[in-house]
């Protein structure tokens, strides 16, 4: 065996990375522009696929995914088909007796829990908490359909009222050490005390169910006994583990005719409504029928940012393409000697392939660091817990691998090809002139297609921009500024205090009003029904949202009247107020001939309106205006809305937050300003708002790169026309026009295919939105600007360079 032909190959790959190394030193500023490039490219690219993984794997942890559905309510009105989440509470039940064989279970959250624990004799308080959400009624069943795995106790112990399973960090948050747990007691909304009987594991973050405390069903039973198959709670759902090898389609049209056999209403959307199923592998992405998170995203979103990872990945790659040949004329002598010495092309491209390896490799470890840096960061914005682990993610690596194998075809392909090809009687006497026209204009064109992406960015960004402004100015029809929302106990013992609060809360200076409600005019938390009117035979095919509120409910959020007169003060229904929309969904023009109609809500609730409101927004801005039905019922508050005046506010809610213990003092205070919460409604767009910037900041910056390779090419090429130009009595700033009217053309082409990309696009989006800006002309036309400033800022340096040069070195070798 011939040892030195099999170590040939070896060496010489080992050769090509050795003057691969030389090389880059040799020109190492033009070698750091491109690691920099590639390597903040590569780094878009890895985060994005973190985040994109991180939402693909929600709940694929269970074992039984692809078996488990959860039941929808399908509504049909005059409004069209709506879906829910929630289904009515007989429903479970009924499964189980309809389909014995079928594993399900019930499924409510709760939120806004406060959770108490008594001291030592049972009485007083040790401590006590509030929980916005996780708090989870489920039957042992759940555990057999999901996996939420125990650290102690067992599940079946949940088939007993008044007993709950807490997760290991919610554990050792109530008593220090998670072991100390079991056997100990709370309290729930100071109402029904739970015995702890296990601790599960913490779930995961990709999970829908983030579950915190996992109490028996069997409580909800206790005094939720209805038999309604009407009503429907958005925040009791319930979940399906279908047979090995069940039919999804068949047991979807088993489960439309369960609902019917059930459901006997008269009422004009229950009759032309159905319940579905859907897998669990969609739930995640389809924020219409609700969630138990508050976090969802769809497919197209998803799609959007594999498109935006594709795109900067693609610019970084043509920076590289321009900077590489931009030096083509400096490495003109090299190629021309190794093809005199017998290199062929082959061996050359391999060359030049190896260098681009060598930048590549480079660029991805330091990609690797800007992704660790900017985790943090990145995980702020998106609310989202993603990390950066080779060996528990190995998926990340192949992700990184073929990346790199991407990035070296597509940015090392066209210089090796470009590079390998010069004459050598051409390059040694040193005549090498552009490489063609044709390879001009692609390295142009390349620079456009950079700011065209680069532009559709920058435009969708100020939309984006403009629309989340538009959300803060917008007047929704009631006043939100200096208003404060304090939540309260719900039982009957906490109600019967609110008198003496609100006279305490008015005798403060810093409070001008308060008024005691179910929730605010525009909150999540929404609860609509239809109705007969003016003793109609039917009830209407449409909702009305209502709100449960006391006298100062207009005056507190200064919502103005536009007929009749205010409720007068009750504790009890004795009469309606309704909106514009009620009316014109009713056919009615004139507000006068509304007053003294009867309402009947339910057979129960009959009482004439006595006053038209302003239409006011009931919800986000996503949602047209909807009727609205407002009455007083005290048993229904668990708000306070409390107008601040003055000043010194802090000073003001403290004194409020002293009431507050004062009068509740198992209660744990919370106050939530209007304005807040209700931004609180575009959170997804607020984030999708900072993400845009951060990529529409990277393109320009990646852009820029590519530029200047194209400005550092335009300058080797004009070095001798510079020169001639001088000498004929050129001025600098002849110079500098010269090399930007070419820039300001590409930008101009850029810009035009950009506007219609990006208005289309944009245009889609905005559709989601009853309530949107206008695509106005300025902000393309300041997008265009920004992006021509910014060109013109980057290639200045080499084209002043250029155009103070000393034209005798540059035509001296003439």
């Known amino acids: 065996m011939n040892l030195k032909r099999i170590n040939e190959p070896y060496a010489m790959i080992k050769n090509y990375f050795k003057?691969?190394?030389?090389?880059?030193?040799?020109?190492?500023?033009?070698?750091?522009?491109?690691?920099?490039?590639?390597?903040?490219?590569?780094?878009?690219?890895?985060?994005?696929?973190?985040?994109?993984?991180?939402?693909?794997?929600?709940?694929?942890?269970?074992?039984?995914?692809?078996?488990?559905?959860?039941?929808?309510?399908?509504?049909?009105?005059?409004?069209?088909?709506?879906?829910?989440a929630g289904v009515p509470y007989p429903v479970p039940t009924a499964l189980h007796t309809d389909f014995p064989n079928l594993s399900s279970t019930a499924v409510y959250s709760d939120r806004d829990d406060q959770i108490v624990l008594p001291d030592d004799s049972g009485k007083g308080i040790q401590?006590?908490?509030?929980?916005?959400?996780?708090?989870?009624?489920?039957?042992?069943?759940?555990?057999?359909?999901?996996?939420?795995?125990?650290?102690?106790?067992?599940?079946?112990?949940?088939?007993?009222?008044?007993?709950?399973?807490?997760?290991?960090?919610?554990?050792e948050k109530y008593?220090?050490?998670?072991?100390?747990?079991?056997?100990?007691?709370?309290?729930?909304?100071?109402?029904?005390?739970?015995?702890?009987?296990?601790?599960?594991?913490?779930?995961?973050?990709?999970?829908?169910?983030?579950?915190?405390?996992?109490?028996?069903?069997?409580?909800?039973?206790?005094?939720?006994?209805?038999?309604?198959w009407i009503s429907i709670a958005s925040n009791h759902g319930c979940y399906l583990l279908l047979p090995e090898g069940a039919d999804a389609a068949a047991f979807n049209r088993q489960i439309a005719a369960f609902y019917k056999k059930y459901q006997k209403s008269d009422n004009p959307e229950r009759q032309n409504s159905t319940m579905a199923i859907q897998s669990l592998s969609e739930v995640h992405y389809d924020a219409d029928p609700g969630n138990f998170s508050d976090r969802t995203v769809s497919k197209s979103m998803i799609n959007?940012?594999?498109?935006?990872?594709?795109?900067?990945?693609?610019?970084?790659?043509?920076?590289?393409?321009?900077?590489?040949?931009?030096?083509?004329?400096?490495?003109?002598?090299?190629?021309?000697?190794?093809?005199?010495?017998?290199?062929?092309r082959k061996q050359l491209r391999l060359q030049f392939f190896s260098e681009t390896a060598v930048i590549t490799l480079f660029s991805i470890l330091l990609a690797i660091g800007i992704t660790y840096a900017a985790l943090p960061l990145l995980n702020q914005v998106m609310g989202l817990p993603l990390y950066l682990n080779?060996?528990?993610?190995?998926?990340?690596?192949?992700?990184?691998?073929?990346?790199?194998?991407?990035?070296?075809?597509?940015?090392?392909?066209?210089?090796?090809?470009?590079?390998s090809r010069f004459n050598p009687v051409t390059a040694l006497k040193s005549k090498v002139a552009a490489v063609n026209g044709k390879g001009i204009s692609l390295r142009r064109g390349l620079v456009v297609f950079q700011f065209v992406i680069a532009q559709a960015l920058i435009i969708g960004t100020l939309i984006i921009v403009r629309q989340m402004d538009y959300f803060k100015s917008y007047s929704m029809g009631f006043d939100k500024e200096a208003i404060v929302n304090v939540s309260f106990p719900q039982d009957s013992v906490s109600r019967s205090k609110l008198d003496y609060i609100k006279n305490r809360l008015t005798a403060i200076d810093g409070i001008r009003s308060v008024s005691f409600s179910f929730a605010s005019p525009?909150?999540?938390?929404?609860?609509?029904?239809?109705?007969?009117?003016?003793?109609?035979?039917?009830?209407?095919?449409?909702?009305?949202?209502?709100?449960?509120?006391?006298?100062d409910y207009l005056k507190t959020y200064s919502i103005p009247l536009v007929a009749g007169r205010n409720l007068a003060p009750s504790d009890t229904a004795r009469e309606f107020l309704v909106n514009e929309t009620f009316l014109k969904r009713l056919g009615i023009t004139d507000p006068q001939q509304a007053l003294n109609k009867e309402i009947d809500l339910w057979g129960q609730m009959k009482f004439n309106i006595v006053g038209v409101v302003k239409d006011f927004n009931a919800m986000s801005l996503r949602q047209a205006l909807v009727p609205v039905l407002i009455t007083s019922v005290k048993d229904f508050y668990g708000v306070a809305g409390i107008k601040l005046q003055g000043k010194d506010i802090p000073a003001t809610m403290k004194k409020v937050e002293t009431l507050w213990n004062e009068v509740y003092p198992d209660y744990v205070y919370e106050e939530r300003?209007?304005?807040?919460?209700?931004?609180?409604?575009?959170?997804?767009?607020?984030?999708?708002?900072?993400?845009?910037?951060?990529?529409?900041?990277?393109?320009?910056?990646?852009?820029?790169?590519?530029?200047?390779?194209?400005?550092?090419?335009?300058?080797?090429?004009?070095?001798?026309?510079?020169?001639?130009?001088?000498?004929?009595?050129?001025?600098?700033?002849?110079?500098?026009?010269?090399?930007?009217?070419?820039?300001?053309?590409?930008?101009?082409?850029?810009?035009?295919?950009?506007?219609?990309?990006?208005?289309?696009?944009?245009?889609?989006?905005?559709?989601?939105?009853?309530y949107r800006v206008d695509i106005s002309w300025w902000v393309i036309a300041l997008s265009g600007i920004i992006a021509l400033f910014i060109a013109l800022l980057t290639i200045s340096f080499k084209a002043i360079k250029a155009a103070i040069a000393n034209p005798v070195k540059s035509l001296r070798a003439e």
């Not at 509030?130 to 650290?151: D, Q, T, Y």
């Open 19 to 84: 003057t691969a190394f030389r090389n880059l030193w040799r020109s190492r500023n033009f070698a750091v522009i491109n690691v920099a490039g590639l390597a903040v490219g590569i780094a878009v690219c890895l985060a994005i696929f973190l985040i994109i993984q991180f939402e693909l794997s929600f709940d694929d942890f269970h074992p039984n995914r692809n078996r488990i559905y959860r039941m929808l309510y399908v509504g049909h009105n005059s409004d069209g088909e709506h879906k829910s």
């Open 127 to 171: 401590k006590k908490f509030k929980e916005e959400n996780g708090v989870f009624f489920v039957e042992p069943a759940f555990f057999s359909i999901f996996h939420f795995p125990l650290l102690a106790g067992e599940y079946h112990s949940l088939k007993e009222p008044h007993t709950a399973l807490l997760t290991k960090s919610t554990a």
């Open 175 to 228: 008593f220090g050490d998670w072991r100390l747990a079991i056997g100990k007691t709370f309290r729930r909304n100071n109402s029904e005390p739970f015995r702890i009987t296990g601790i599960l594991a913490d779930p995961p973050g990709n999970t829908d169910l983030q579950i915190k405390i996992a109490a028996s069903y069997a409580t909800m039973k206790e005094y939720i006994t209805s038999t309604d």
């Open 304 to 344: 959007t940012m594999w498109l935006i990872a594709g795109f900067i990945l693609l610019i970084a790659c043509v920076n590289f393409i321009n900077l590489s040949t931009a030096q083509a004329f400096n490495r003109a002598r090299e190629v021309a000697v190794r093809k005199v010495l017998g290199g062929n």
């Open 390 to 419: 080779f060996f528990g993610n190995p998926v990340v690596i192949i992700f990184l691998l073929v990346t790199g194998a991407l990035v070296v075809l597509l940015a090392g392909f066209y210089p090796a090809i470009i590079l």
């Open 522 to 551: 525009a909150d999540n938390g929404n609860w609509s029904s239809n109705f007969r009117f003016d003793h109609a035979e039917k009830e209407t095919d449409w909702n009305a949202n209502l709100k449960w509120a006391d006298a």
């Open 673 to 770: 300003y209007l304005d807040a919460k209700i931004a609180n409604f575009y959170t997804q767009e607020r984030k999708m708002s900072d993400l845009y910037k951060i990529f529409a900041a990277l393109a320009i910056f990646l852009s820029c790169l590519g530029l200047y390779g194209l400005a550092s090419f335009m300058a080797l090429q004009k070095v001798k026309e510079v020169g001639i130009r001088k000498v004929l009595g050129a001025s600098v700033n002849n110079i500098l026009f010269l090399f930007s009217k070419e820039f300001m053309l590409l930008i101009g082409i850029a810009f035009l295919v950009a506007t219609p990309l990006a208005y289309y696009f944009m245009h889609r989006w905005l559709q989601d939105f009853v």
